[in-house]
């Protein structure tokens, strides 16, 4: 009987200690079963990522490839936009990257004796300096219509007072491009911009939006089709710094609009194109 007991504990033991080793056994293998999963989680996401880059890159490529159109035949189009009487001639965008053909030269209307503008612009901007001088404003027109000539000669100029200052040419390009268009992408030889100053400050700086004339120009010029071209802290859009006198003719209705939403041409145009 003693023996039999002894032979049946043992068996007992030896049966809880085959379950607790099987248990053990079962939990070490889900654990690493768990631990496998995760790498091979890990493992995926990385080749998802390594193909997703690769993706981007060959859509980069792709999107270099595309062949531009010169500049040559955006400065002809431009041209003939302005030229015609199409709705948006007035929407004509002029920028480094969007050039004007050198050959382009409006019907001019004198608004001053110096001074002219695109003829079909000239009763609106007739109209803004009459409302200004009777809201008791003393305007001063600094620039309008510019022939790719005279642009030549302003950025030459500039270019050369840079040089005078201890640039380099090449540091003298770079700093004349961010204030005066490089001939051929001044929106002067539109006939549609102007820069405008106050009578009494006649500086072309930032301090020429804190006159009288300036801030009068920003809060009405939208009601004559003009807006305020370069704004601050566009440059990185337009790639003209601020100008708080630079004034271009856009039409009314995306005068009103740009003007409103404190944006640039630009950006206007591209929120036509997506259709806002
Ligand atoms: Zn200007």
Not at 225 to 250: A, M, Q
Request: charged share 30%; glycine share 6%; hydrophobic share 35%.
């Amino acid at each position: 009987m003693k023996k039999k007991a002894m032979k049946y504990r043992l068996i007992k033991i030896l049966c809880v200690g085959i379950i607790f080793g099987a248990l053990i056994g079962m939990l070490l293998m889900g654990l690493s079963g768990r631990a496998r999963i995760k790498e091979v989680r890990e493992e995926c996401k990385t080749t998802e990522d390594k193909l997703k880059k690769e993706n981007e890159q060959l859509q980069a490529e792709a999107e270099k490839a595309k062949v531009q159109p010169s500049s040559e035949a955006i400065a002809k189009e431009n041209a003939e936009k302005l030229a015609s009487n199409d709705d948006d001639w007035s929407l004509v965008l002029i920028n480094s990257e969007s050039p004007l053909d050198t050959s382009y030269a409006p019907s001019l209307t004198k608004i001053t004796d110096d001074y002219s503008v695109d003829s079909r612009i000239a009763d609106d901007t007739k109209k803004m300096f009459q409302d200004a001088a009777d809201a008791g404003m003393s305007l001063n027109i600094i620039s309008a219509y510019r022939d790719y000539e005279t642009q030549r000669g302003v950025f030459n100029d500039t270019m050369l007072n840079w040089i005078y200052q201890g640039k380099t040419p090449l540091d003298a390009y770079d700093e004349t491009k961010q204030s005066v268009a490089v001939p051929g992408t001044s929106e002067h030889a539109t006939g549609l911009a102007m820069d405008i100053t106050s009578s009494t400050y006649q500086e072309l700086d930032d301090e020429q939006e804190n006159t009288d004339e300036a801030k009068w120009l920003k809060a009405n010029c939208a009601n004559y089709g003009y807006i305020l071209r370069y704004p601050t802290n566009k440059s990185d859009v337009t790639g003209i710094v601020y100008e708080p006198w630079h004034f271009r003719y856009v039409g009314k209705t995306a005068a009103k609009e740009i003007m409103k939403q404190g944006i640039t041409l630009e950006e206007y145009l591209e929120q036509q194109k997506d259709g806002k």
